[in-house]
């Protein structure tokens, strides 16, 4: 059983910058894929960011590639989204996933992001 808890939500004016932080539960965690994910209101939910395991590739939707970075702390296990110029259209709950992207097998209780114009 993983468990995920984030943070590091809040409000930000639109060209501003959040990191948001997932601390997870678990001994396995240097050897699973983490993700970050987002839903806004009325939409269905999209992938962000992946990072592969230890010292692994990472991937980007296209809406944030050059903008977010997503980076991870094994010690800590802790995944980390880095999220610089921030638009009215990045405003969504964002939630950590473990295991593979395509299919995480355990979910956080997400945190909102509001970017005002």
């Known amino acids: 059983q993983v468990q995920l808890v984030e943070s590091g939500g809040g409000l930000v004016q639109a060209g501003g910058s959040l990191r948001l932080s997932c601390a997870a539960s678990?001994?396995?965690?240097?050897?699973?894929?983490m993700g970050w994910f987002r839903q806004a209101p009325g939409k269905e939910r999209e992938f962000v960011a992946a990072?592969?395991?230890?010292?692994?590739?990472?991937s980007y939707a296209d809406s944030v590639k050059g903008r977010f970075t997503i980076s991870r702390d094994n010690a800590k296990n802790t995944v980390y989204l880095q999220m610089n110029s921030l638009k009215p259209e990045d405003m969504a709950v964002y939630y950590c996933?473990?295991?593979?992207?395509?299919?995480?097998?355990?979910w956080g209780q997400g945190t909102q992001v509001t970017v005002s114009s």
């Open positions: 996933a473990a295991g593979n992207p395509a299919r995480p097998d355990y």
């Open positions: 678990g001994r396995t965690f240097s050897s699973t894929a």
């Open positions: 990072i592969i395991r230890t010292g692994g590739g990472t």
